[in-house]
């Protein structure tokens, strides 16, 4: 009995770890083919495959499509008020210290509701500090929508590729496990 529920465990780890390696494999496709054609589009790869690797890790496709829909509401939590700020402020103008403020501000508004998905808090908090550190780095020429711009389409690529992982029938097909 031990030795069933084991391999059983252990066929369910492999599988999920599979579904994540392709969602890393379909974020790395995606990356190569948006350096070919557009160079600038994608700036953060690496939060793409971080967000791949939020949503789909462990996810049945019902949790992959919420984990999706909690990544996009993260963005719009996480980008939207830093493109607002660095309008506001400007993106030359921030100091160390402005933007310690504006993301100890934004991160108490994302944290503050109890509704709201985990997945979610986590893009919303790692888009902020990304945001804000790019401003404090690249200065004026940075601009106030293009970098939060592309640390958002960034995460969409992730949170899509998780979702197209678990939509393929290897290692088995995943709405099997819809919970």
Not at 58 to 83: F, I
Not at 93 to 122: C, D, E, G, Q, Y
């Amino acid at each position: 009995m031990a030795t069933t529920h084991a391999r059983a465990l252990c066929r369910s780890r492999a599988a999920s770890a599979f579904r994540t390696g392709w969602a890393c494999l379909m974020v790395g496709t995606i990356i190569r083919f948006a350096e070919c054609h557009h160079k600038d589009f994608l700036a953060f790869p690496a939060f793409a495959y971080v967000t791949a690797v939020m949503v789909a890790g462990e996810a049945s496709l019902g949790e992959a499509l919420q984990g999706a829909a909690a990544a996009v509401c993260g963005t719009l939590q996480g980008v939207g008020p830093a493109m607002a700020c660095l309008w506001a402020v400007g993106p030359g103008k921030l100091t160390v210290w402005t933007s310690t403020l504006a993301v100890a501000l934004s991160a108490f508004v994302v944290a503050l509701p109890n509704t709201t998905h985990i997945i979610a808090k986590r893009v919303a908090f790692a888009q902020m500090v990304i945001v804000y550190v790019v401003a404090l780095i690249q200065g004026e020429s940075m601009g106030a929508i293009k970098y939060p711009l592309h640390v958002g389409i960034s995460t969409c690529v992730g949170a899509a590729a998780s979702v197209l992982a678990l939509l393929l029938p290897v290692p088995k097909l995943a709405y099997v496990e819809v919970k």
